[in-house]
């Protein structure tokens, strides 16, 4: 049953990256100026790390927007969210993957610089939301399951963390030269 629940979601996820429509390009890091996170939480630790993250993009002059994914719980209460940032749950994307929360449906209508996908590769709801970006340029780890939604991919292994996975994926931005 969780082989079908599995293939039917990817299914959805190719779906929506086919009705998706969006202009394509090349942006480095320094020409990014709106960039989207797509990133997991669920606890205090992971959102001090992603409170450190949008610090560090708004001392580099980016404009960041961050989707909080947390699974089927909801955050706790008190947390100190940075700012223009959308804690979600599974409950707020339909059984066809849908955004049912106005947040994520403006979210991937934005036309973003760059899109950071730093989420596992069962959020289904986020891949989805990856796949239907308005972002010229998306950027996420390696997943034989997701090659089509990403413009550049990372290999990582397993126990990689997220933070390095950002590191990674960060250095690599900062490589591409632009016009």
Request: with cysteine; aromatic share 10%; glycine share 4%.
């Amino acid at each position: 049953m969780k082989k079908i629940r599995h293939r039917f979601r990817l299914y959805l996820v190719r779906r929506g990256l086919k009705s998706a429509t969006r202009k394509r390009r090349v942006n480095s890091y320094s020409d990014a100026v709106q960039i989207g996170l797509l990133c997991e939480a669920t606890g205090e630790t992971d959102v001090a790390f992603i409170r450190s993250l949008t610090d560090q993009l708004k001392s580099d002059l980016k404009n960041t927007t961050v989707v909080l994914y947390s699974g089927k719980k909801p955050l706790l209460s008190g947390l100190e969210l940075p700012e223009q940032t959308y804690p979600v749950t599974e409950k707020d994307f339909s059984w066809l993957l849908k955004p049912k929360n106005e947040a994520l449906a403006t979210f991937a209508g934005m036309e973003l610089d760059l899109l950071i996908d730093l989420t596992s590769t069962r959020a289904y709801g986020m891949k989805y939301l990856a796949a239907v970006s308005q972002a010229a340029y998306k950027t996420g780890a390696y997943n034989n399951d997701y090659n089509d939604i990403y413009d550049l991919l990372l290999q990582v292994d397993e126990t990689c963390s997220v933070s390095d996975l950002y590191n990674h994926i960060l250095h690599y931005l900062k490589m591409i030269k632009t016009k």
